[in-house]
């Protein structure tokens, strides 16, 4: 047996839902390959068997570690898709094959058949330390160059100088832009270049106000010191309170300003898996329907807007 699987409570760069079968001499140009992608963003098995038969058998779907679903009558359960591709011409065709599939079939919207801007991104320039001068003196430059997008990153939002605080609160710190959103965005536009914002939406800082008023939101056990990373907690993803609540602050950031470009961080790993609403072994994959369902309804209010998943 030989496999890759993920109980991140995501898939990542670090562990991809993705495994190939191939003759033992295959290349990219020569021999056959048997590919397999797992259409998920969530916890993953993927595993390749043979028998003494010689055969061999490949499995790949929702990890089965900690997971279970509760089915009453007449109820279904709709499992994700495994996407499997054959090349008799080694990697290369496999590699071309499901990027064509992909973007030909599961890429839509208008950004489908586009070629990407060319940004520029404040944050090793300025980490947390900027205003909208600081911004406007990297757009006026970059703009000489060609570059076609200005995006700005961690730091906008109000109690956010470092990493330890405001996540979760989403409300424009007008201090440190020397004005609105709204303003900074025409300024930048003015330059000739679009404007694009990120967003860590799936964290939560202990210093919040939102975790003040619903602690109840993250993900994590009770009586216990919960897990953190980057000095960041999760949200829970699983309860609709919470996906709802993450809809109204940024689709209220994307329609205050002409903001073209969504940088969608995720930073950490998921830990402390456990819900006061939610079945123990439902929870990462209600998590996964969770964010895809804000996904959704983001890019269906803003089909103007190209999301980027980052990390």
């Given at each position: 047996?030989q496999?890759v699987?993920?109980?991140?409570?995501?898939s990542?760069?670090?562990?991809?839902p993705?495994?190939?079968?191939?003759?033992?001499?295959?290349?990219?140009?020569?021999?056959?390959v048997?590919?397999?992608?797992?259409?998920?963003?969530?916890?993953f098995?993927?595993?390749?068997?043979g028998?003494q038969?010689?055969t061999?058998?490949?499995?790949?779907?929702?990890?089965?570690?900690?997971f279970s679903?509760?089915?009453e009558?007449?109820e279904?359960?709709?499992?994700?898709e495994?996407?499997?591709?054959?090349?008799?011409?080694?990697?290369?065709?496999?590699?071309?094959?499901?990027?064509?599939?992909?973007?030909?079939?599961?890429?839509?919207?208008?950004?489908?058949d586009?070629?990407r801007?060319?940004l520029?991104?404040?944050?090793?320039?300025?980490?947390?330390?900027f205003?909208?001068e600081?911004?406007?003196?990297?757009?006026?430059?970059?703009?000489k160059?060609?570059?076609e997008?200005?995006?700005?990153?961690?730091?906008?939002?109000?109690n956010?100088n470092?990493d330890?605080?405001?996540?979760?609160?989403?409300?424009?710190?007008?201090?440190?832009?020397n004005?609105?959103l709204?303003?900074?965005?025409?300024?930048?536009?003015?330059?000739?270049?679009?404007?694009?914002?990120?967003?860590e939406?799936?964290?939560?800082?202990?210093i919040?106000?939102?975790?003040?008023?619903?602690?109840?939101w993250?993900?994590?056990?009770p009586?216990?010191?919960?897990n953190?990373?980057?000095?960041?907690?999760?949200?829970?993803?699983?309860?609709?309170?919470?996906?709802?609540y993450?809809?109204?602050?940024?689709?209220?950031?994307l329609s205050?300003?002409?903001?073209?470009?969504?940088?969608?961080?995720?930073?950490?790993?998921i830990?402390?898996v456990?819900?006061?609403?939610?079945?123990n072994?439902?929870?990462?994959?209600k998590?996964v329907?969770?964010?895809?369902?804000?996904?959704?309804r983001?890019?269906?209010k803003?089909?103007?807007v190209?999301?980027?998943?980052?990390?």
């Amino acid at each position: 047996k030989q496999g890759v699987s993920s109980k991140r409570g995501e898939s990542s760069h670090q562990d991809h839902p993705f495994i190939a079968v191939l003759d033992r001499n295959a290349n990219d140009e020569y021999g056959n390959v048997y590919g397999f992608n797992f259409v998920y963003s969530g916890n993953f098995f993927a595993q390749a068997e043979g028998c003494q038969f010689d055969t061999t058998r490949v499995v790949m779907g929702i990890n089965p570690e900690d997971f279970s679903w509760n089915l009453e009558e007449n109820e279904e359960f709709t499992a994700p898709e495994v996407v499997m591709v054959y090349s008799d011409k080694g990697i290369g065709k496999m590699t071309r094959t499901f990027h064509d599939l992909y973007r030909n079939h599961l890429i839509r919207g208008k950004f489908k058949d586009k070629k990407r801007p060319i940004l520029i991104n404040n944050w090793e320039a300025t980490y947390f330390d900027f205003n909208t001068e600081k911004l406007l003196s990297i757009a006026k430059e970059a703009s000489k160059v060609g570059i076609e997008m200005l995006v700005m990153d961690d730091g906008w939002f109000t109690n956010r100088n470092d990493d330890k605080s405001g996540l979760g609160d989403w409300i424009v710190d007008e201090e440190k832009l020397n004005g609105t959103l709204e303003s900074l965005v025409k300024r930048v536009n003015d330059e000739g270049m679009e404007f694009g914002i990120w967003f860590e939406p799936e964290m939560i800082s202990e210093i919040s106000t939102l975790y003040t008023v619903h602690p109840e939101w993250v993900l994590k056990a009770p009586n216990r010191k919960p897990n953190k990373s980057r000095s960041q907690l999760v949200l829970d993803l699983s309860r609709e309170d919470v996906v709802e609540y993450l809809y109204e602050k940024i689709s209220g950031i994307l329609s205050s300003a002409p903001i073209t470009y969504v940088k969608w961080d995720m930073n950490r790993s998921i830990s402390d898996v456990y819900s006061l609403l939610t079945d123990n072994g439902e929870i990462l994959h209600k998590y996964v329907l969770g964010l895809y369902s804000l996904l959704e309804r983001l890019i269906n209010k803003f089909p103007n807007v190209l999301f980027e998943g980052c990390s």
